[in-house]
């Protein structure tokens, strides 16, 4: 089955500088690579997502970028703010999520003010 | 406001109990999902169905079943709870088409067994 790892598992940045969270997965079929924000209390929620026939999205402050040939994908995090800091998790499947998401363990974003 | 709700935040069983898990969608979607989150292994599928008494098996189906009775509703059971099922368990719902909109989670249930 799919196998996904997430690096760095925590990353602690200043207000206003730029992340990067990482991702590999390692089922070539995948064709779906979606990121979720998790806030304290509250269940996972979809920020920003890619399908396989594209190499970069870009939502305001935040983007995806995947690498199909290395298999890799990454979430970057441009002008960060305090409301950033939450736990995000990258997936991958091969059914567009229709049967299930392979996540990573997850990454804590923590911003210093 | 479209929502995935699980009927109790936090709970409290002991070991050989029979817990029943409860998630409810209104968004008429026809995938539901549990998932279980522990800290530093992510969310790990446990069960999903496309349909009212379908279910398929995730990467971690043992100690649980799921039965879904109706659309909007899609129940986690553990037959006889046991410490190591002490855990945070999420619901999600998805469209037919997930990619378009994603997976809606609930807040989660908390449980821990004694």
């Known amino acids: 089955g799919e196998n996904v790892e997430q690096h760095p598992s925590t990353l602690s940045v200043q207000e206003g500088d730029s992340a990067v969270i990482k991702c590999t997965y390692s089922?070539?079929?995948?064709?779906?690579f979606p990121w979720y924000k998790q806030e304290l209390g509250k269940g996972p929620q979809l920020i920003i997502d890619?399908?396989?026939?594209?190499g970069e999205k870009k939502d305001q402050r935040i983007a995806v970028t995947l690498n199909k040939t290395a298999k890799h994908f990454s979430l970057h995090i441009t002008e960060t703010q305090p409301e950033d800091s939450a736990v995000y998790f990258c997936?991958?499947?091969?059914?567009?999520?229709?049967?299930?998401?392979?996540f990573g363990k997850g990454t804590h974003l923590i911003i210093q003010p | 406001d479209v929502k995935v709700t699980q009927s109790s935040r936090y709970l409290v069983k002991r070991t050989g109990e029979k817990v029943f898990l409860e998630c409810v969608q209104d968004?008429?979607?026809?995938?539901m999902f549990w998932y279980r989150q522990d800290p530093g292994l992510g969310l790990r599928l446990i069960y999903f169905?496309?349909?009212?008494?379908?279910?398929e098996k995730g990467d971690i189906p043992e100690g649980y079943s799921v039965s879904r009775e109706k659309k909007e509703r899609f129940s986690l059971i553990l037959e006889s709870a046991s410490t190591n099922q002490t855990s945070m368990y999420l619901c999600?719902?998805?469209?037919?088409?997930?990619?378009?909109?994603?997976?809606?989670f609930g807040s989660g249930t908390r449980l821990t067994v004694v």
């Open positions: 999600a719902s998805s469209s037919l088409t997930a990619t378009i909109y994603g997976y809606t």
């Open positions: 089922d070539s079929a995948s064709n779906y």
């Open positions: 890619i399908r396989s026939n594209v």
């Open positions: 997936a991958a499947s091969n059914r567009g999520g229709a049967d299930g998401l392979t």
């Open positions: 968004m008429d979607h026809e995938n």
């Open positions: 169905s496309y349909d009212v008494k379908m279910k």
